[in-house]
């Protein structure tokens, strides 16, 4: 299995590009928490960016939707589905026949930050969104040492009895993971927040040597996916004094 390198851009381009942004913190608020907190009460999803070649992809948008609205619920926080900020986007983008040039292919950034303008503005007064979380899933290196496997404040064990018993002694090196990858943004456009966790990895060992995890076993792990996202948000408290929520896993 080949996986595509993410691509380096900044975080007001992750709800056009789906790339990541460069130099991530792991979580943290770019904003004062008192004004996230006192300006933020609903949230709507835009659709989780992928890499192009996860054959899966269209379940882990269901799946890390669904984990994603629980998570944000159970801090007290309303929630807009993907499916209206998804609708919006393209419709806008339809509206003015695409936001890259046909020649050169960029991105024209005229046209992107007005659709995005455009884009905020209808969340916002229509469905009286505060905040826009944009996701995706990133390929990134995870480095092992002996059975475990650490990145973006996950860890998973990549080597079993038999295997360890094949390699014949300690090592470690580096594999490829995914990691789910989050910004939320206020409606003027203003990053409050990044947040990162990680889901699984994509090669562990079979007998000495490293191999791919098919396409179909991933995300097949509601513990781990719930615990990617308890991760990326886990800065985040409950509205309101709500009940504490579960640290991650």
């Known amino acids: 299995m080949k996986w595509n390198a ?10 056009a590009l789906g ?3 460069k130099n991530l913190p792991n979580d943290r608020f770019l904003v004062e928490e008192e004004r996230f ?3 933020v009460r609903t949230i709507a999803l835009g659709p989780l960016k992928a890499p192009p070649d996860l054959e899966t992809r269209d379940r882990a948008q269901q799946i890390f939707a669904e984990e994603l609205t629980s998570a944000l619920r159970s801090r007290g926080f309303q929630v807009v589905g993907p499916e209206i900020p998804g609708e919006i986007w393209d419709r806008l983008i339809n509206q003015v026949g695409g936001i890259y040039d046909p020649v050169s292919g960029r991105l024209d950034e005229e046209r992107f930050e007005a659709v995005r303008g455009h884009f905020l503005s209808e969340l916002a007064g229509r469905h009286d969104v505060d905040a826009v979380l944009h996701s ?3 390929v990134v290196p995870a480095k092992f040492y002996g ?19 094949a390699v014949g002694g300690t090592v470690s090196g580096t594999t490829g993971a995914l ?3 989050i910004v939320i943004e206020d409606m003027k456009g203003t990053d409050m927040y990044v947040g990162e966790g990680g889901i699984e990895v994509l090669a562990d060992f079979q007998g000495a040597k490293l191999a791919d995890v098919s396409h179909g076993a991933l995300f097949k792990d509601p513990e781990r996916n719930a615990n990617a996202v308890e991760l990326a948000l886990q800065r985040i408290r409950p509205l309101g004094g709500a009940a504490a929520v579960a640290a991650p896993r």
Request: proline share 5%; glycine share 8%; net charge negative.
């Open 37 to 39: 907190y006192g300006q």
């Open 147 to 165: 059975q475990i496997a650490k990145w973006c404040g996950a860890e998973q064990d990549i080597m079993g009895f038999w295997d360890a018993m």
């Open 179 to 181: 990691c789910l990858r």
């Open 136 to 138: 995706q899933l990133a």
């Open 19 to 21: 790339c990541a942004p």
């Open 6 to 15: 993410p691509v380096l851009c900044s975080f007001a381009l992750l709800a």
